[in-house]
């Protein structure tokens, strides 16, 4: 399924990019999901701002990386 997902966030599906972001927490790769949710909390996915957030309450996000995202996610919901 990862590879459906990853050729989905590819051609800009933005649920395959928050899934693929789900997948690399769930392995410990934090940078990488960190990516993934950004990425699609930037085009207005309120479910990747959310991840963003858990995993900067958690430690594992910095506060940085959540407020860009949150600028992101508030930049697109405005347009």
């Given at each position: 399924a990862v590879k459906f997902y990853a050729k989905a966030a590819v051609q800009g599906h933005v649920e395959s990019r928050n899934h693929l972001g789900c997948h690399e927490v769930q392995r410990g790769?934090?940078?990488r999901?960190?990516?993934?949710?950004?990425?699609?909390?930037k085009v207005g996915d309120n479910d990747s701002l959310e991840n963003i957030k858990k995993m900067f309450m958690k430690g594992v996000a910095?506060?940085?990386?959540?407020?860009?995202?949150?600028?992101g996610y508030q930049?697109?919901?405005?347009?």
């Amino acid at each position: 399924a990862v590879k459906f997902y990853a050729k989905a966030a590819v051609q800009g599906h933005v649920e395959s990019r928050n899934h693929l972001g789900c997948h690399e927490v769930q392995r410990g790769n934090y940078d990488r999901a960190c990516r993934h949710f950004l990425i699609s909390a930037k085009v207005g996915d309120n479910d990747s701002l959310e991840n963003i957030k858990k995993m900067f309450m958690k430690g594992v996000a910095t506060k940085d990386q959540y407020m860009e995202a949150l600028k992101g996610y508030q930049d697109a919901v405005e347009e």
